[in-house]
């Protein structure tokens, strides 16, 4: 396994291309897959899609509480309400906004292996579910911000975020 490079806006044309489906479900794919889990949790982040190091597929990955998990060719299948986000961007080093979300997602997708799955989310993963596959669409999440954050102030707002979540789970 080995880290990848995470391209910054502005360093590789790959973040604004859409991306193509993934059509090869071999040894190739799974190294790539694991490739990038591997890149998310060193990077600390929530999701990784490929064009962030600079493979134009459809594929991204997620860290939910320590749970890796690879989507590839993911389609949205639905979504239910609206929630405020703070979001940044592992290609956006820095830069912060508030920038509004479906609630709630339901998508399906493949594994490694091509098998099909389905899964849905809330919160801060429903959050990643749209900010990851809009990557594979060729659009960064600065575009859709209306309000540009501080470090600070988007610090202070996701703890607030992450307490609140933590009392409605208990």
Known sequence: ???????KKGEDECLGLVCHPVT??????????????????E????????????????????????????????????TVGEQDCIEGCLSLPDVWGRIKRPAWVRLRAQNADGEFFEDSADGLIAEAFMHENDHLNGILFDSRVYELLDAETARREQEKRARAAEKEEA
């Open 24 to 41: 090869r479900f071999d040894r190739r794919l799974s190294r790539l897959v694991r490739d990038m889990k591997e890149t998310l949790l």
């Open 43 to 78: 990077e600390n982040g929530v999701g990784l899609a490929a064009p962030q190091v600079g493979v134009v597929r459809r594929l991204f990955v997620i860290n939910n509480n320590g749970v890796l998990r690879e989507y590839i060719n993911p389609e949205i299948l639905e």
């Open 1 to 7: 396994m080995s880290l990848l490079h995470v391209y």
